[in-house]
């Protein structure tokens, strides 16, 4: 797949000779993270974004769904023009991949719990407040150092199925996710109580398309994609797929927006 799209961007040529790579077609990668990436719920919220904002600067991006640690070291060498990632990924590495703030959104990580069971809420303002819980995290992320930090007690599980079944079957009190991901699953695996589980925010991180500053004229692409980010939140545009993926503007969470959207 990475072939197929760094050949297709090489290969167009503008009349003045310059590489469509370098000029009006951009490479994305990012870490596949559904339904944030492509899902049944169509292209993710990632890629849409990106694709949107440079099409208002009249550019087209060409996205591969890679393994994370790929994926950044393609980006920090320039084989990509940028890097759809948390903000943090690059911090020590401002001369390889430069992002610009505000970030383009947040993905918020919230604690899932069933509403039949704790109908006034759950009730927390710190992480260690959860520790009276019975917590589930998915093995390998972000949220296990946060917890583990915080000396809070957790089962670590390796799927979001599992996740949410045992959330269901009330073998956990809680689970720990990305706000799109838990709603995305709990809807795929146990639908018929889906609409009983409710979140509340945890923490938030910010992520944005990182550019590579080694990639062809990759300040050209940098200024497109802010050009067109302003552009798409004056028109609507951002906000409506937002409410596609939250199931309509009523529902989305503005801990996700940017901060200049909130």
């Known amino acids: ?95 390889l991949v430069t992002f610009e703030s505000p970030a383009a959104m947040n993905i918020d990580i919230v604690a899932f719990f069933d509403s039949r069971k704790m109908p006034n809420g759950l009730q927390f303002d710190t992480v260690k407040d959860l520790a009276k819980y019975k917590i589930g995290l998915l093995a390998g992320t972000g949220s296990v150092a946060v917890f583990s930090k915080a000396g809070v007690g957790f089962e670590t599980v390796q799927n979001n199925e599992s996740l949410v079944r045992m959330l269901n079957a009330g073998r956990l009190d809680v689970i720990v996710v990305a706000d799109l991901v838990g709603l995305f699953n709990l809807k795929k695996y146990v639908p018929e109580s889906a609409s009983a589980f409710k979140f509340k925010s945890v923490y938030s991180s910010p992520v944005d398309l990182g550019f590579s500053t080694k990639a062809p004229n990759f300040r050209y692409q940098f200024d497109k994609y802010q050009q067109g980010m302003k552009v798409i939140k004056k028109n609507g545009t951002y906000l409506s797929i937002f409410a596609k993926y939250y199931g309509g503007a009523a529902n989305i969470n503005k801990n996700s927006l940017a901060e200049d959207m909130k």
């Not at 797949?1 to 009006?24: D, E, W």
């Not at 890629?47 to 393609?74: H, I």
């Not at 920090?76 to 890097?83: E, H, L, P, R």
């Open 1 to 95: 797949m990475r072939t197929a799209f760094l050949c297709l961007a090489s290969i167009a040529m503008t009349s003045l000779g310059v590489p469509a790579f370098a000029q009006n077609a951009v490479t994305v990668c990012s870490a596949d993270y559904q339904p944030y990436t492509k899902s049944d719920m169509g292209d993710g919220i990632f890629q849409e974004l990106v694709s949107a904002a440079y099409k208002a600067g009249g550019l087209t991006v060409s996205w591969e769904a890679l393994p994370a640690v790929r994926c950044n070291e393609m980006t920090a060498g320039g084989t990509v023009s940028g890097d759809f990632t948390s903000v943090k990924t690059f911090a020590d590495s401002k001369d």
